[in-house]
Nanobody
């Protein structure tokens, strides 16, 4: 079965860094056209954070541009999100998502597969 498992979440002080990882299994990583990271705060809508396509093109939300970097190791079937200069506003549950080949790469909440989420808490 298709599985996306996030890891690397935790608590950090404002200005600190964290790196999230997403391990994909049950489906060839090469079959995904686009991989992305989304986040959600309780009571609010889930928002796109960053995405990367099969050509390694990247897309970022304005709120994280310059601070977050999305990357992937296709040989290891793993997606990463390096988060630097973290702010309390970045506190949320972060989700890994995958869009099947034939789709498009975007930051809309319309991906085919989703992970369970990893909590990131940034304290001031």
């Amino acid at each position: 079965q298709v599985q996306l498992v996030e890891s690397g979440g935790g608590s950090v002080q404002s200005g600190g860094s964290l790196r999230l990882s997403c391990a994909a299994s049950g489906y060839p990583y090469s079959s995904y056209y686009c991989m992305g990271w989304f986040r959600q705060v309780p009571g609010e809508e889930r928002e796109g954070v960053a995405a990367i396509d099969s050509y390694s093109g990247t897309y970022y939300a304005d709120s994280v541009k310059g601070r977050f970097t999305i990357s992937q190791d296709r040989a290891k079937n793993t997606l990463y999100l390096q988060m630097n200069s973290l702010k309390p506003e970045d506190t949320a549950m972060y989700y890994c998502a995958a869009e099947a080949a034939g789709g498009s790469c975007h930051l809309r909440d319309e991906y085919n597969y989703w992970g369970q989420g990893a909590q990131v808490t940034v304290s001031s």
